[in-house]
């Protein structure tokens, strides 16, 4: 028996002038079996009784109750039942009997339906992370990834982190490869903007739009596709650059990132127009000079070399604080850096290198002071023996016997076998 896509192929091959064996040869079906078709002596069967028809009332009821139970669930409770089918099939039942009902709460959230809406240009920008749990090199990455909204032209970067000092970092180096920012910048509640429950936004948050003269605007809770630009945009990055990025650092991350922004997404076809056409008919707003200025606090191991790892740069410090934890402070658009000590103590100020240049900054006091103490530290002594046999001496013997409640070189008298004896004595 042919399906009926089956049925539905071999009469539009035959439509074309294809001959019976053509359309056998094509189909890997019998010649009687095309022509039977063709003739329309073999009209399609009506469907079989379903399976489930035995448990109709029951699947009705249990979707009642909860309309995202799962199949497997059902599976469990249907067999004591006697149902002895499968658990694919019981799947495939409920999908083409069309058993499950549409839950309302889900689709009040829009999961299927949407309605598109019209963007002016210039007007706003979608801005959302994209977590890389997994990356070539072995840690854990962050891309703030913002949209145009009218054009969709896509720009993103890499972060080390998502406070907010990394966003305003990563949103001003989108900024500034778009060349302008929109009047409005459209994000979702991050607790970084906004208070976490509300729409309000934080004063970090209001100063740094106030810096660039733009206003923000908060989705609605449970709303996602009210950004679906920038979800569209993540999930495209996602699928057409990531996947396959010959990349194995994040420099080299977020240089292909730059060239695939350019080269492949402003490409895209836009009506007669291309994403990178559209977008430089955008009117947008000059961006200030410096970045908004944030400051970056994180704390860092100082390693035993006198190093503190930041932006995968290296920085050093005075050898005394080898092993210690250490804040580093790095303000937006500031050239240096600040290191300070648990105690709150300045202890390095240091020239900060570009993000991700895998340079290491040693002052010369650091570098003189640093060999001095390996060369204090240095000894022609020879190690001590790894497995020599020291059992305990007379001196550690005799604090474990004070240890005990014992007389060191003293008779030990047992009171409870001294009473045993005594009893055994007055009963003679």
């Known amino acids: 028996m042919l399906t009926q896509e089956d049925d539905v192929e071999i009469h539009a091959l035959a439509r074309r002038g294809w001959s019976t064996s053509a359309i056998a040869r094509h189909t890997g079906r019998d010649r009687k079996t095309i022509r039977k078709y063709l003739a329309a002596a073999g009209p399609s069967r009506e469907r079989a009784p379903s ?58 959230g829009g999961v299927t339906v949407t309605v598109g809406l019209e963007h002016e240009p210039g007007d706003e920008l979608q801005f959302d992370w994209l977590e890389l749990g997994e990356t070539p090199w072995g840690e854990k990455a962050y891309v703030l990834v913002g949209v145009l909204s009218h054009s969709g032209r896509v720009r993103a970067v890499f972060a080390d982190g998502m406070t907010f000092a990394h966003l305003i970092e990563a949103l001003d180096g989108v900024l500034r490869r778009l060349g302008g920012t929109a009047r409005s910048w459209r994000t979702d509640r991050m ?50 650059w990531w996947r396959a990025a010959p990349v194995s650092t994040p420099a080299e991350a977020q240089a292909d990132l730059d060239r695939w922004c350019v080269a492949v997404s402003d490409r895209r076809r836009r009506g007669q127009s291309t994403v990178g056409l559209l977008a430089a008919t955008e009117p947008l707003l000059a961006l200030p000079e410096l970045a908004f200025p944030a400051e970056h606090q994180v704390e860092r191991v100082v390693s035993d070399d006198a190093l503190v790892a930041f932006e995968s740069n290296r920085y050093s410090v005075p050898p005394g604080y080898a092993a210690q934890i250490v804040t580093v402070r790095a303000r937006l658009g500031d050239m240096h850096l600040e290191i300070y000590s648990q105690a709150g103590r300045r202890i390095a100020r240091q020239r900060r290198a570009p993000n991700g240049a895998a340079q290491v900054v040693r002052s010369p006091d650091h570098a003189r002071l640093l060999e001095r103490a390996v060369l204090d530290a240095f000894t022609t002594t020879k190690n001590c023996p790894r497995k020599p046999n020291r059992p305990p001496g007379e001196r550690a013997l005799a604090e474990a016997a004070r240890l005990r409640g014992q007389s060191p070189g003293g008779v030990v008298v047992d009171l409870d076998q001294y009473a045993q004896i005594a009893k055994v004595a007055g009963q003679r």
Do not use: M, N, W
């Open 51 to 108: 399976c489930l028809e035995p448990y109709r009332a029951y699947l009705e009821a249990r979707f009642g109750d909860d309309p995202h139970v799962r199949a497997s669930v059902l599976f469990g409770e249907l067999v004591p039942l006697g149902f002895d089918r499968s658990y694919p099939t019981l799947v495939r039942e409920i999908r083409e009997v069309g058993l499950r009902p549409v839950c309302e709460c889900c689709k009040a």
């Open 191 to 240: 607790a970084t903007v906004v208070y976490p429950g509300t729409d309000r936004l934080r004063p970090e948050a209001a100063a740094a739009a106030k810096h660039y003269g733009v206003t923000v605007a908060v989705c609605p809770p449970l709303r996602a596709q009210r950004k679906g630009v920038v979800e569209r945009a993540i999930e495209y990055l996602t699928q057409s």
